[in-house]
């Protein structure tokens, strides 16, 4: 929940306490003591009014979950105070005598202080809700990032691997490179040895032969 909608709303529950008994107290006064409890209670309503548009402007600005929750509260905070509203009204009439206005005034205060512990009733489960939500809304934050921490992870590992198997290739060509190059040594040492082998078979050759001519003309003499 928003931290500045909840001051508005300690600010407002306090205020709203304290005009309860100003009005309590003004309908016991008569003559100047109760216009001038009359004039700060409706110093007080004025207040009340603006506490409620600043709640009512933070409320909006936030997320739609939140929002509707403390829009439902704004609504129970608006009724209260039109009750007082309509309590101060019925004070400022005169018009009613002594023993009605009492009874009246007592009705109308027991009604008030009957709907606004029913609207705190409420406003407890509403906040105990929104509380639960938050824990919620704070374990699905921790999870996702926890996530997000394993999903860096991974993706680290990742890297580390790419960057394995490309040295790996980098390794691979180059033993390729070299086999390549000893299978044409060996190429060339095996013709050479092939060129070798012709060259000593025609000394041979040429060294029989002439073996041969030489006996056959000592024995032809």
């Keep these: 929940m928003s931290e500045v909608f909840e001051?508005?709303?300690?600010?407002?529950?306090?205020?709203?306490?304290?005009?309860?008994?100003?009005?309590?107290?003004?309908?016991?006064?008569?003559?100047?003591?109760?216009?001038q409890k009359l004039s700060d209670v409706r110093a007080g309503v004025e207040d009340a009014e603006a506490l409620i548009r600043k709640m009512d402007l933070e409320a909006r600005s936030l997320q739609?979950?939140?929002?509707?929750?403390?829009?439902?509260?704004?609504?129970?905070?608006?009724?209260d105070l039109n009750n007082l509203k309509s309590e101060v009204k019925r004070i400022e009439s005169g018009n009613l005598n002594a023993a009605a206005?009492?009874?009246?005034?007592?009705?109308?205060?027991?009604?008030?202080?009957?709907?606004?512990?029913?609207?705190?009733?409420?406003?407890?489960?509403?906040?105990?809700?929104?509380?639960q939500s938050g824990d919620r809304i704070k374990d699905s934050r921790r999870t996702m990032l926890e996530t997000e921490e394993l999903g860096v992870s991974i993706l680290q590992d990742l890297h580390s691997?790419?960057?394995?198997?490309?040295?790996?290739?980098?390794?691979?060509?180059?033993?390729?490179?070299?086999?390549?190059?000893?299978?044409?040594?060996?190429?060339a040492i095996s013709r050479r040895i092939s060129r070798n082998k012709w060259i000593i078979g025609t000394i041979i050759a040429v060294l029989i032969i002439a073996i041969a001519l030489v006996l056959y003309f000592k024995l032809a003499k």
């Design 7 to 35: 001051g508005y709303e300690r600010q407002y529950c306090e205020l709203s306490a304290n005009l309860s008994k100003k009005c309590t107290a003004a309908g016991a006064l008569a003559g100047e003591q109760k216009k």
């Design 161 to 187: 691997q790419r960057l394995a198997l490309l040295h790996a290739n980098n390794t691979l060509h180059g033993v390729d490179d070299n086999i390549g190059k000893s299978k044409k040594i060996l190429t």
């Design 64 to 79: 739609p979950n939140v929002k509707a929750v403390l829009l439902a509260k704004l609504r129970e905070y608006k009724s």
């Design 101 to 131: 206005r009492d009874e009246l005034l007592e009705s109308g205060m027991a009604d008030t202080r009957t709907a606004s512990a029913d609207q705190r009733s409420r406003l407890m489960m509403t906040t105990e809700r929104l509380n």
